[in-house]
């Protein structure tokens, strides 16, 4: 099968867990690990990864330099997609020594006039408490919110359009290329009036871009891979129940928290809304199991 597989900003760093060189290094290795048993399994795979802890510290490091060298976040989005590409095709590689990977930069196109420029969502960097997240804002002109039991950097978060190098992306996975693309969510950019491309500021979600790659290049499944090994009721509490499989057409997201679970549903759903496509979410380790249906929670047309 031609799959599309999602890695989590949680499944490349552990909760609460610095980001240093080592650590990230020590997850995408075993992340590889992950990804290298469904190539193995005999599957083709896309791959696409998170990047809201490295875009926000690479916006930290350009705000404490030098004024003329701030850089936007659309290009600190493409250091981001390039860095975590990198280590993730080195690492895979490492692996499958005699198979072809490639990191590709992807610009996705959104709506200029998308309202998610005006209401910002998308949590990026470290966590804060909420006196350091409101005394950072006032100081930096961030916007802020509470993520969990801290405070985040938020910023815009426009839904994809059209992913820019669909036709690159397919021309090598047809060639047996494992291709690491539309990392962070993408290059988040829109069309001028003469048709030329320009930058906006923005980080894209990752799962909805995963999704729109998944359908305009045909793939068969969608694996959003986190730290969670189910979708569950009313998670974290005593009563919580695992949801094994979703109808897309009967399934409710917006009973799930806007910053949690939700808008990896959301994607999954978009996806697997066609006949003959399926999606699933669970746990980075258990990635052959979930493709296999016996982990995590498949959504398709149908299911009970």
């Not at 405070?151 to 839904?159: G, N």
């Not at 998944?214 to 949801?243: C, F, K, N």
């Not at 990635?287 to 149908?302: E, M, P």
Request: glycine fraction near 10%; charge should be neutral; aromatic fraction near 4%.
């Amino acid at each position: 099968m031609r799959l599309v597989v999602a890695l989590g900003g949680n499944a490349l760093l552990k909760r609460g867990e610095p980001l240093t060189a080592g650590n990230q290094r020590a997850n995408v290795r075993h992340a590889a690990g992950a990804l290298v048993d469904l190539i193995k399994a005999g599957h083709s795979l896309i791959v696409t990864h998170g990047n809201g802890p490295q875009v926000g510290l690479l916006a930290l490091q350009s705000e404490a330099g030098p004024a003329d060298g701030f850089q936007p976040l659309d290009v600190l989005d493409a250091e981001s997609e390039g860095m975590v590409g990198y280590l993730i095709e080195q690492e895979m590689a490492s692996l499958l020594p005699d198979r072809q990977f490639a990191t590709i930069l992807t610009q996705i196109l959104v709506a200029a006039d998308d309202p998610a420029f005006g209401k910002p969502t998308k949590p990026i960097g470290p966590s804060y408490s909420a006196d350091d997240a409101r005394r950072l804002a006032a100081a930096h002109g961030w916007s802020v919110a509470q993520d969990g039991r801290f405070w985040r950097r938020v910023v815009a978060s426009p839904r994809p359009l059209e992913i820019l190098e669909r036709s690159v992306i397919a021309l090598l996975v047809d060639q047996g290329t494992t291709v690491i693309c539309s990392g962070g969510g993408g290059i988040p950019v829109i069309r001028r009036r003469d048709g030329s491309l320009s930058g906006v500021e923005a980080v894209i979600d990752k799962d909805f871009a995963s999704a729109l790659l998944a359908s305009q290049l045909g793939a068969d499944m969608l694996l959003l891979l986190t730290d969670v090994d189910a979708v569950y009721t009313a998670y974290g509490a005593p009563e919580q129940q695992r949801i094994r499989r979703i109808d897309p057409d009967r399934f409710v997201s917006r009973d799930f928290p806007a910053g949690s679970m939700r808008p990896k549903i959301e994607a999954a759903i978009q996806f697997a809304g066609e006949p003959g496509r399926a999606a699933a979410i669970g746990r980075l380790d258990d990635a052959v199991r979930i493709l296999n249906g016996t982990r995590g929670t498949r959504i398709a047309k149908g299911a009970p």
